[in-house]
């Protein structure tokens, strides 16, 4: 057998604000005077920025099985919340155009093309790309409190490569549409 893949990932949570916030940042309360005669009371206005997490991902996911299989692995599990109207995106990239091998010496390498993905209900695999984020989930809307829990399967083709375990850095991104 031949540990064939493993993949480590880091989580960035890309967030466009309404003009009014910054993310994490509490709502802005102002208070100013109207009226055509000076003070009548004041205003209170109460300006919301966008929220938007991605939480739940384990530190990484093993695939394991001989050259020339095609093997799948547990689904990866995720969370994302947010409060914006239009919804959000999820995209995996990887780093590096290929996995690496972790023995010193080996220079076999797995193309990350050989790597695929399918988010939750998708029908199909997508290869994964270095230079293009592949998208694994779109939801129009804000999620329900608690945000949407979601999955995702991957599977390689294992090629003709040395007995080792191979290695690359997917970056999980979530944006707001």
Same mark, same amino acid.
């Given at each position: 057998?031949? +540990?064939?893949?493993?993949?480590?990932?880091? $989580?960035?949570a &890309?967030?466009?604000l309404l003009a009014a916030g910054l993310p994490g940042a509490p709502?802005? &309360? +102002? $208070?100013?005077? +109207? =009226?055509?005669?000076?003070?009548?009371?004041?205003?209170?206005t109460v300006e919301v920025a966008t929220v938007l997490t991605l939480t739940g991902l384990a530190p990484g996911f093993a #695939?394991? =099985?001989? *050259?020339?299989e095609t093997v799948t692995g547990n689904p990866v599990a995720l969370n994302v919340e947010t409060n914006n109207e239009s919804g959000y995106v999820v995209t995996i990239q990887s780093r590096t155009p290929a996995m690496v091998a972790s023995t010193r010496g080996n220079e076999d390498s797995i193309p990350i093309g050989a790597v695929s993905v399918r988010g939750s209900g998708a029908p199909v695999y997508v290869a994964l790309s270095d230079t293009t984020p592949v998208t694994a989930h779109r939801r *129009?809307? *804000?999620?329900?409190? =608690?945000?949407?829990? #979601? =999955?995702?399967?991957?599977?390689?083709?294992i090629p003709d490569v040395e007995r080792d375990t191979y290695v690359a850095t997917l970056d999980y991104v979530a944006a707001t549409l």
């Open positions: 057998m031949i +540990s064939a893949v493993a993949a480590q990932w880091s $989580a960035r &890309v967030v466009c709502a802005h &309360v +102002s $208070a100013q005077p +109207s =009226g055509p005669g000076g003070p009548a009371g004041p205003n209170a #695939l394991t =099985g001989d *050259p020339g *129009p809307g *804000p999620t329900a409190e =608690g945000g949407d829990d #979601l =999955g995702d399967d991957f599977q390689a083709v």
